[in-house]
């Protein structure tokens, strides 16, 4: 017996939206909405299960051991997760919680991580690719299904991570402060 390919989470999302945009202004809103309903339903037997979904932000010399402690406990808590972390695994950039974050996940049994780095190298964006980064972290997690929270390891000269949790909370995604040190 062949196995059936198994959609992740994106797929599933995109084909919703899929079907969404196909329903358009002809079908009345509550007759769609049965639809996806029992699209999603039959839909769950193709996909992955929800995994929860971890965004991470830190401060540029955050601890190491730290920041794999603190990592650990969660994943302990929560089972198989994915962690979304601001990283360029190319460049090795940005260093500290970042970093720190990234290689845990490679080593950690049961974590995918998912990698959006600052895009540095586009002109209009050089003075501000860090915030860009940081708040679509932020939206990568809220728009993952199943739970989720944001972990930020924080110091008092930490703007950017300081910055990124002060959103995720004004988005209202759950947010789990730590020291950095």
């Known amino acids: 017996m ?3 390919p198994r959609l992740n989470v994106d797929q599933r999302q995109y084909l919703g939206l899929i079907l969404d945009e196909a329903f358009g202004t002809d079908v009345r809103p509550e007759a769609a909405r049965l639809v996806l309903g029992r699209f999603f339903a039959a839909l769950s037997d193709w996909c992955e299960p929800d995994l929860f979904t971890l965004g991470y932000t830190g ?5 190491r051991d730290r920041v794999r402690e603190d990592l650990t406990e969660i994943r302990n808590q929560v089972g198989p997760m994915r962690l979304i972390v601001g990283f360029d695994p ?3 950039t940005p260093t500290g919680g970042d970093m720190h974050a990234y290689d845990w996940g490679q080593e950690a049994p049961g974590v995918i991580v998912e990698c959006l780095p600052a895009p540095w190298d586009i002109p209009e964006l050089a003075r501000s ?9 932020v939206e ?3 728009a993952a299904t199943g739970s989720k929270a944001m972990l930020a390891h924080l110091h008092p000269s930490s703007r950017g991570a300081a910055g ?3 959103y995720a909370k004004f988005r209202r995604l759950d947010v789990v402060r730590r020291s950095a040190v």
């Open 140 to 142: 990568r997690v809220l």
């Open 59 to 63: 401060w540029r010399e955050a601890d």
């Open 129 to 137: 690719a860090g915030p860009y980064r940081n708040g679509a972290i």
């Open 164 to 166: 990124t949790a002060a």
């Open 2 to 4: 062949m196995k059936r």
């Open 90 to 92: 190319e460049k090795r």
